[in-house]
Each structure stands twice: as C-alpha cells, then as structure tokens.
C-alpha cells in the first residue's frame, strides 16, 4: 500500500498510528510532501528522529522541503534506484528515502514527477536565532532547466507532487500575518505556473501551506494521511 501526507516537521505521532492501524510492513510506503524534518539539522543530531523512525514497518518516500538540507548535500547519502527513479539514502537507514527533483517515479503503474523546494518566510528568523536555513532550499536553476526540457519531452504524467504549489493557488488565507508578502521570493511558485501550464497531469499534491484542502485538481496536504491511488 502507498499512502501519502503533508509536512511532519519531525512529528510522526499519526505515521506511528496509521502503521499500527493498518499493519504496515517495509513494502508500505509513505509519501511526505517535505519538511519531514529528517535532515533538520544535516549533521550527527538528526540521528536520534533517524534511529527512531528505522524502527516504522514502513518506507518513507519524502520530498525536499525548505525546512531540511538537502541530502546531496550530506555526505552520509548514496544513490539508488527505487520505483524507476534516482533517491537518496543512507546505509544505516535504508527506509529513508529521499527523492529527487525532476525524477519521474512509478508508483502502481503511475507516473509521478517530484519537484521539491519553496522559499522560507522565516528565513531571517531563523538565521537570526541561529536555527539551521539552507540556501539550497528552492530548486537551483539548472534543475529547473532539467525540468523544463523533461516537461517538453514527456508532456504528460498521472501526478505531482511538490512542496510548494503554483502560484495561481496560492491558499492566501494561510499566509503567516505580519510577514510583508512584496519581500518574500515566489520563484519556485511562478516556476510550478509555468510547469502546470505545460503539463498533463491528473493529480497534483503539494504541502507546505500547512492546511488539507482541494482546489481543483491540486490536492493540499498537512495533517491527513491518505491512499496514495
């Protein structure tokens, strides 16, 4: 079984319940639309929400968010192939998977392209209470570029699923107050325009806005944990 869920932020109370639930084995996979929190930190201090999610009878198949380095970036992370595409992994954690942007994943027989990233609000913030912001956050513009020629090429998938969303629906009500919105960087968004205008797609799940609703075809996620079909 395939399931599919929002941000964790290092909070997996519900993930833990569902695997309890249902019964879930290492053949189950997780889908979590970024900011899992695994790689928080991108050192020796992310070991302990590691050890403890080794021990979930399930996969997890996370997206890059804008709260977690990426793990290219962690020398601890090899490659793979799982499910026709490239993740990232590390030996000693072999059910924590991380995808890449602009890999084109089969999950039961769907096409599925990941692209991961959004821009922090709390950026400077963070940087001011010396909690941990990557530059690496939003996808680099290679990577768009890569995505971009992919796009033209295949044309069509079944879904996507991202971070962030495009900017066309943008859920404004969930904007934090007091951030001044003309200073926060919309690139990734205006991007997904561009790719949502190109493609054909069934399906699009995104996160990161921290609310479960529906607009159209674009299928938000935060709290809810739901087949993956």
Partial sequence: MIY?????????RNVSFLCYSNETTLDDILIVLGDAGINYFAN????LLKDS??????TFFCIHGNHEERPENIKTYKTKQFHQGLVYYEEKYPNLLFAKDG??????????LVIGGAYSVDKYYRRMRGYPWYESEQPDETTKENILKLVDKVQEVDVVLTHTCPYKYLPTEMFIQGID?????????????????????QTWYCGHFHTDKIIDKIRFMFHDIEEFK
């Fill in 44 to 47: 020796e201090k992310d070991n």
């Fill in 53 to 58: 999610l080794k021990n979930y009878p399930i």
């Fill in 181 to 201: 919105q003309s200073l926060v960087d919309n690139s990734t968004e205006e991007f997904l325009d561009i790719i949502e205008e190109k493609l054909t797609y």
């Fill in 103 to 112: 890999e084109i994943y089969d999950f039961n027989h769907q096409k599925a």
């Fill in 4 to 12: 599919i869920t929002g941000d964790k932020h290092t909070d997996f």
